[in-house]
């Protein structure tokens, strides 16, 4: 890439930003330092242990986020929801320690007045139906609080959720399930369907009455991943509205790196770790496993084999992009941080995409999701009440 080719590519972001849809700093925060900003600074350089700070984001062109308010889906009931209100307590905690560069953001309209200001939206989805226990008025508080999407499963399914991960039980949704994307779309809390089985899409697809995204999911059709996009479900995203934002992650783009990312997991699991454990002593025995055995590398190039396979399925106005930064132990050549999107941009501009066709991947398909859903969310608000139904009344279990 030359400077020139940089430098274009630099240009357009600064008239659309990236919204990123899925960044796991919060839980890398947990990790690395219980939280504390004062033992590690965001306002530094903190690559050598994270792949964001704010000098990195503004660099690559970041211009909202959504912060994951992540717990690990072996956390459960209690403790996953307090688990969830310590991860937004430190998104709001981060977002007032630097007013100058971050803007609180619950709404379409707060992204364009962050991006007028100069100012990265700071938003916020929650990962993992775990994370409100089942409970309705769990859901609505998280949405009071300042959660604008929250992705169905994780990598285990939930009492009312397949996950894509696990084995089918519920076989899509259950009627509680569906009573949660109702209330979703009633709230104006967006469906992520990143992380469920094809059969969840479908269903939830099928249910939902306002557009759905998936945070950081790519196309199955180009890595025959599990946590990957089907093509007859990318087929749909134009009759809801929703989009697919791609992720970099190396297990789900290329082929080559699901093997041996599956040896990487069981070295882990045999040296006492969580396979996501990105902690300093869980990245150490992830780094002298790659020593020992050299992995596939995924490219720049690669992440936009699935952009190009997405937009020909789904449209151009239904891909976005959602890079899981802090939320992987190994990252893609050329995405090795949130700096690295005027490389992705390049290779776009490389590839004969048009200046417009990128500000709708980068900013506008993004922002236009959020905005629809909440205009579902105020037509529903005139004939739909707050649900006060129960997993126990609709599935009969608990």
Known sequence: MTPDQLERARTLLRDTPVVDGHNDLPWAMR???????DALDLAADQSASLHTDLDRLRAGGVGAQFWSVYVRSD???????????????????????????LYPAFTADDMESARAQGRIASLMGAEGGHSIDCSLATLRALYRL?????????NDNVPWA???????????????GREVVREMNR??????????????MRAALATSRAPVIFSHSSARAICDHPRNVPDDVLALLPGNGGIAMATFVPKFVLPAAVEWTAAADANMTAHGFHPLDTSPAGMECQRAFEAAHPRPVPTVATIADHLDHMREVAGIDHVGLGGDFDGTAFVTAG?????GYPNLVTELLERRWSARDIGKLLWHNAVRVLRDAEGAARELQRTRTPSIATIEELDGNG
């Open 162 to 176: 397949d996950s894509a991960t696990d084995e089918p039980k519920a076989h899509g949704l259950t009627r509680f």
């Open 335 to 339: 995405l090795d941080d949130v700096a």
């Open 187 to 200: 709230l104006g809390m967006l469906v992520d369907l990143s992380h469920v089985s094809p059969d969840t």
């Open 31 to 37: 990790t690395h330092g219980r939280y504390d900003m």
């Open 146 to 154: 300042g959660v604008r999407y929250m992705t169905l499963t994780h």
């Open 75 to 101: 956390l459960a009931g209690d403790h996953a929801v307090s688990a969830t209100l310590e991860q937004i307590d430190f998104v709001r905690a981060f977002t007032e320690r630097f007013p100058d560069r």
